[in-house]
C-alpha cells in the first residue's frame, strides 16, 4: 500500500493488522449532508456507534494530497466548518489529490478508498440514485455505478426519497447490483420505512449478507451490494407526511435552476427547514442504526475469514 496516496490512522492501521471488522464511513454526508454542528456531533456519534458494536470506524476524506482513512480529532472538527469543500465521486477523487485540495467523498468515492484500504463494509444515510426528471435531465448519480463495480457492501437507508425510485431500482437491476432489504419486503424510502415498492431481495441477518458478499466474490461477479436498513419505527416521518415537502422542495431546486452535484444538498436544506428540523433527527438517527448493522456484517465477515 506504500505507493498508494493513503494515510491510515492509528486506529485503523492497528484494526488491519490485528484482521478486527472496520466499517468506512462517508464524509460528503458532514460537509454537503448536514449544518455545522450538528454534522460534527453526528460524525462523532456514527464512530461511537461502530465501535460500540465491536468495530473500528474509519471516516474518509481527501487532505493534502492524502486519502485518509479514519480521520483524526482534529481533522474531523476541520472537515465539518471547512468551506468550499469539493464533493468527490468517481469522476474527480484523482484530481482532488493532484491539486491539493479538500474532499469529502460521497458513496462512490468512499468505495473506491474503501476498496483500496482493504475495506469491505460501509455504512451512510442513503445513496444517490436516479433524479426525478432523469429522461431529460440525465441526473443519475455515479453512486449506482460504483455499486456495480466496486465490491463493497454499502449500508444505506434505502435511496434518498427526493429521488425517482423506482427508476433508481430498474437501474440497479441492469447494472447487476443486489439490493437486499434488511428484516421487511419492502424497499426503505430514508426518512420512511415504506416506499410502496417490493425490495428485489430481502435478508434477516448479518450473517446472511456477509455470505452472500463472500458468494459474490467466489464467483467472480463485480460490484458491491446495496442493503437497505429501514429507518427505526420511533424516528420515521411517515410517507404521507413527508412526500408534500420534498414536492415542495423539489419545485423550489426546478425555479431557482439548481442542476448537478448542487441538487441533494439544496433539497435536504430546504427539507430541513420545511419540517423544523425534524428530517435531519430522522437522517441522524438512520445513519446511526446503518453503523450498527455495517459493523454486526463486518464481523460477520471476519468470522467467515
Ligand atoms: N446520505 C445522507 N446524506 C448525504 C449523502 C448520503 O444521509 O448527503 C450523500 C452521499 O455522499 C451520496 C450523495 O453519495 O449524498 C449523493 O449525491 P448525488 O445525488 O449528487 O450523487
Known amino acids: 500500500m506504500t505507493n498508494l496516496p493513503l494515510s491510515l490512522s ?3 492501521a492497528k484494526a488491519r493488522e490485528d484482521g478486527a471488522p472496520i466499517v468506512a464511513l462517508e464524509s460528503t454526508i458532514i460537509t454537503h449532508g448536514m449544518p455545522y454542528p450538528r454534522n460534527l456531533e453526528t460524525a462523532r456519534r456514527v464512530e461511537a456507534e461502530v465501535r460500540a458494536a465491536g468495530a473500528v470506524p474509519a471516516t474518509i476524506a481527501v487532505m493534502g494530497g492524502q486519502i485518509h482513512i479514519g480521520l483524526s480529532e482534529a481533522r474531523l472538527e476541520n472537515l465539518a466548518q471547512a468551506k468550499d469543500v469539493m464533493k468527490l465521486s468517481r469522476a474527480d477523487i484523482a484530481a482532488c489529490l493532484a491539486i491539493g485540495r479538500t474532499g469529502a467523498t460521497t458513496v462512490a468515492a468512499t468505495m473506491i478508498a474503501a476498496h483500496l484500504a482493504g475495506i469491505a463494509v460501509f ?4 445513496i444517490g440514485g436516479v433524479h426525478r426528471g432523469a429522461e431529460s435531465s440525465f ?3 455515479a453512486d449506482l455505478t ?4 466496486t465490491p463493497v457492501t454499502v449500508v444505506a437507508a434505502g435511496a434518498k426519497a427526493i429521488l425517482d425510485l423506482p427508476k433508481t431500482l430498474e437501474v440497479l437491476e441492469t447494472l447487476g447490483v443486489p439490493v437486499i432489504a434488511y428484516g421487511q419486503n419492502e424497499f426503505p424510502a430514508f426518512w420512511s420505512r415504506s416506499s410502496g415498492l417490493a425490495a428485489p431481495l430481502r435478508m434477516d441477518s448479518a450473517a446472511q449478507i456477509a455470505t452472500a458478499h463472500r458468494m459474490r466474490a467466489r464467483l467472480g ?3 458491491g451490494q446495496l442493503v437497505a436498513n429501514p429507518i427505526p419505527e420511533t424516528a420515521e416521518i411517515p410517507r404521507e407526511q413527508i412526500m408534500p415537502v420534498i ?12 442542476g448537478a452535484k448542487a441538487v441533494t444538498p439544496f433539497l435536504l436544506a430546504r427539507i430541513f427547514e420545511l419540517t423544523e428540523g425534524r428530517s435531519l433527527d430522522a437522517n441522524i438517527a438512520l445513519v446511526l ?3 450498527r448493522l455495517a459493523a454486526a456484517i463486518a464481523a460477520e465477515l471476519k468470522r467467515g475469514e
Open 10 to 12: 492509528p486506529e485503523v
Open 123 to 126: 455504512a451512510t444515510g442513503g
Open 139 to 141: 441526473d443519475i448519480s
Open 146 to 149: 460504483e455499486l456495480a463495480n
Open 221 to 223: 461477479l463485480a460490484g
Open 247 to 258: 414536492d415542495a422542495a423539489l419545485a423550489e431546486a426546478e425555479a431557482q435552476r439548481v
Open 289 to 291: 442504526n446503518n453503523a
